[in-house]
């Protein structure tokens, strides 16, 4: 009688290489966002604190670049995709004004607040390091979200519809990347 394989428990090297693949594509999305932002809102108030979040989202890109090449984790296929589709989604947002803008930043933030807790879940204490990293990370997401509603996110014409596309958008991206 064989016996049937036991699903992998969670924070198994599987999931952590598609953890860290789906998190050094997102982290790549943001960076492209914030570009085609800051291509249309060039300089202001706005721009400045898009600018600040760009920021910060390189330095997760960096890391997660460093922690794709030491673990030897195979990036996501659609980065030529993530390279277009993010750009475009910034400046498409950007086109629309500052506040749409910035809806997008809420509205990308929410999902990755959400998908970060969950991976903080299922990394267990052999992925102390990789736990504390998206700790970090997913406090950073979460305060670019909260300076995106200051900045007037809900204010943007349709901000419920936009808002609800790009998290739709945001959701189907995690989902190929983890596997692709």
């Given at each position: 009688m064989s016996r049937k394989p036991r699903p992998a428990p969670p924070g198994t090297c599987d999931d952590v290489a598609a953890m860290i693949r789906v998190d050094h594509?997102?982290?790549?999305?943001a960076v492209?966002?914030?570009e085609g932002?800051?291509?249309?809102?060039?300089?202001?108030?706005?721009?400045?604190t898009i600018r600040k979040m760009a920021e910060g989202e390189q330095r997760h890109l960096d890391t997660?670049?460093?922690?794709?090449?030491?673990?030897?984790v195979r990036p996501t296929a659609l980065e030529p995709v993530w390279r277009v589709a993010g750009?475009?989604?910034?400046?498409?947002?950007?086109?629309?004004g500052e506040k749409a803008a910035f809806a997008c930043t809420a509205a990308v933030e929410e999902v990755i607040d959400e998908h970060y807790a969950g991976q903080i879940a299922k990394l267990g204490d052999d992925e102390k390091a990789l736990?504390?990293?998206?700790?970090?990370?997913?406090?950073d997401e979460i305060?670019?979200?909260?300076?995106?509603l200051a900045g007037g996110a809900q204010e943007a014409p349709g901000?419920?519809?936009?808002?609800?596309?790009?998290k739709a958008g945001c959701r189907l991206a995690i989902a190929l990347s983890t596997r692709l």
């Open positions: 594509a997102g982290e790549y999305g492209r966002i914030y932002q800051l291509a249309v809102l060039r300089n202001g108030p706005a721009a400045d997660f670049d460093r922690l794709i090449v030491e673990r030897r750009f475009a989604l910034g400046a498409a947002t950007a086109l629309l736990r504390d990293t998206v700790t970090d990370f997913r406090a305060a670019h979200r909260d300076a995106a901000y419920r519809v936009l808002s609800e596309a790009i």
